[in-house]
């Protein structure tokens, strides 16, 4: 069975840095396409980044592009989401996705539970 | 950039009427090379994550009951809800997964009229 098990969330000041892991179980991550999506509170579903299984393409949103990074270590089966710089409209629930395959354009078919980041001084 | 738009934003049905919501994407999600479209519908519910309900527009995903349908190309796409049951309230979000970035609709909230 999939599963996604997301932790690394908390509170931060602005300015500061949060690493978010997200452990997968039950399939091998290097094999698929994977992507982080925020939802801050009370609104909708915000795309923020993704990797490509087939080539390990990563893509960002404008909003975080060059202060998030996305990683994995296939030896550990885990998602990584690197945050510097955070900002106030940043805090959100950030939601780690497992894709149908390792297609760069395939829809995420399994969800973490998420995990809560609270950026504020 | 793909700006997706749905409507209504909040949308209440009686038990066991028909719900439909609309999705209109700035540019088009149909990729003529394979003749598919890149709209997917997701269901989330307070408290838990998105669940995938119907992909390539119109395909289900497995476990989704069939009163669920998707329709449309292009630019122009239909959830429907055949009959409502008192679990379908949630909301629904649309999602085009064409390009990137990749991008959602704001959401519609479905009550119980």
């Known amino acids: 069975e999939v599963h996604l098990l997301e932790s690394g969330g908390g509170l931060v000041q602005p300015g500061g840095s949060l690493r978010l892991s997200c452990e997968a179980s039950?399939?091998?991550?290097?094999?698929?396409?994977m992507r982080w999506v925020r939802q801050a509170p009370g609104k909708g579903l915000e795309w923020i980044s993704g990797i490509c299984g087939k080539d390990d393409t990563t893509s960002y949103a404008d909003s975080v592009k060059g202060r998030f990074t996305v990683s994995r270590d296939n030896s550990k089966n885990t998602l990584y989401l690197q945050m510097n710089s955070l900002r106030v409209e940043d805090t959100a629930l950030y939601y780690c996705?497992?894709?149908?395959?390792?297609?760069?354009?395939?829809?995420?078919?399994?969800w973490g539970q998420g995990k809560l980041v609270t950026v504020s001084s | 950039d793909i700006v997706m738009t749905q409507s209504p934003d909040s949308l209440a049905v009686s038990l066991g009427e028909r719900a439909t919501i609309n999705c209109k994407s700035s540019?088009?999600?149909?990729?003529?090379?394979?003749?598919?479209?890149?709209l997917a519908w997701y269901q989330q519910k307070p408290g838990q994550p998105p669940k995938l309900l119907i992909y390539?527009?119109?395909t289900r995903e497995s476990g989704v009951p069939d009163r669920f349908s998707g329709s449309g190309s292009g630019t122009d796409f239909t959830l429907t809800i055949s009959s409502l049951q008192a679990e379908d309230v949630a909301v629904y979000f649309c999602?085009?997964?064409?390009?990137?970035?990749?991008?959602f609709g704001q959401g519609t909230k479905l009550e119980i009229k």
């Open positions: 039950g399939f091998t991550l290097s094999t698929y396409t």
């Open positions: 999602h085009q997964y064409y390009s990137l970035p990749q991008s």
């Open positions: 996705g497992r894709a149908q395959g390792a297609s760069c354009y395939s829809v995420v078919d399994h």
């Open positions: 390539w527009a119109s």
């Open positions: 540019q088009t999600v149909f990729f003529s090379s394979n003749n598919k479209n890149y």
